[in-house]
């Protein structure tokens, strides 16, 4: 089985139970929240041999962590306990009814966290070797390299190993708090010293200055491919000699947009390890983004094989009639679970 290795920083996430202001909140709902580990779940899911590398603190937030990685099928042997830092933790708080454009925001607390901690001495662990190692994937976040001096020089280390087979993925995840008076041109660096870069069309003009293709692509000219996620409309593959992609993004009653990122990258790579052509590996990036979309939480379950296989497969005309709501995927031309069943 094809091994990937997510690498970067998961925390805690606290949420009020019910859609009022933080200080009205009588109950907050805990889970867990982290780019890297939800694109190790989702890779998970689509059938690969995932593990999750980072860092939590001797606390029950870490083991929840932990636990709940595990329980989607994440190796956690990468994983160091830290006795002395906190593991990170972010507050959630929803959008308010009386203010429906404001949206949700974030409160981080996440300051001197284990993960921070994190740097090229976290590769010298021999379980972390020995995932690195066997992996064909290794994917890495822009995130990782605003927590702190020693997290970027982990990232420079890794992206400057040689690959051995292996492919390394940056996903830019822009975080305008965590890049507040840093240079930003060291996201630019990082990415194109990856072998497959994914960006929103929406953070490349903050992170790069530009959402112009030819102009991301010249200043990344080294990647074999730049992926540009252009929200709604498609997604966009820029490879080094000029070919370019481009498949529409699926009709998506949209719940909450909270890590649909991670999981277009999910299903992308997990097409790219699994040889599959630019097209493909869109397809499945759109359809791992839409099962996130319409569900409340950083992810959704994929369907069932047969489903899936039947949406995958279809022609673009079928593709671009399929409609998802509620996780559940239904065509006006056909239904998609008679497909995937038919002789």
């Known amino acids: ?30 889970g867990i929240g982290g780019a890297e580990s939800n694109v190790a779940i989702g890779l998970a899911a689509m059938g690969l041999d995932s593990h999750w590398v980072g860092r939590v603190g001797r606390d029950g937030f870490g083991t929840r962590i932990l636990d709940e990685l595990s329980s989607h099928g994440v ?57 690195l ?22 990232m420079e280390t890794i992206l ?10 940056f996903d830019v995840n822009w975080r305008a708090a965590l890049w507040a008076g840093q240079d930003r041109s ?14 929103g069309k929406d953070e490349a003009e ?65 097409g790219v390890l699994f040889g599959l052509d630019q097209k493909a590996s869109l397809r499945r990036g759109h359809v791992a983004a839409a099962c996130t979309l319409t569900v409340h939480g950083d992810r959704g379950p994929l369907p069932g094989a047969e489903q899936l296989g039947a949406i995958l497969d279809s022609a673009d005309a079928e593709w671009t009639a399929i409609h998802v709501a509620g996780g559940h995927f239904t065509s006006q031309n056909r239904s998609l679970q008679d497909r995937s069943t038919a002789p």
């Open 160 to 169: 400057a190993a040689p690959r051995q087979g292996r492919v390394i993925s």
């Open 75 to 131: 190796g956690i042997s990468g994983v160091e306990v830290d006795s002395g830092r906190p593991t990170g933790l972010y507050v959630k708080v929803p959008a308010q009814e009386s203010d429906p454009d404001g949206g949700s925001s974030v409160l981080y607390y996440r300051q001197g966290s284990a993960a921070s901690a994190m740097g090229p001495g976290t590769l010298a662990s021999p379980a972390v070797a020995r995932l």
């Open 133 to 154: 190692e066997k992996a064909a994937l290794i994917h890495l976040s822009g995130i990782t390299a605003a927590l702190s001096a020693d997290c970027l020089e982990l």
């Open 1 to 30: 089985m094809l091994s990937a290795v997510c690498v970067g920083e998961t925390m805690a996430m606290l949420t009020p139970v019910k859609a009022v202001p933080l200080h009205q909140a009588t109950e907050l709902h805990c």
């Open 186 to 199: 060291v996201l630019r660096r990082l990415a194109n010293l990856a072998d497959v870069v994914l960006v």
């Open 206 to 270: 903050h992170a790069f200055g530009t959402t112009d293709e030819a102009e991301l692509r010249r200043l990344m000219p080294d990647p074999a491919v730049v992926v540009i996620k252009n929200e709604a409309i498609s997604a966009i593959a820029l490879e080094r000699d000029g070919t370019r992609s481009e498949v529409p993004a699926l009709s998506v009653d949209v719940l909450e947009p909270v890590g649909a990122g991670d999981s277009f990258a999910a299903g992308y790579l997990s």
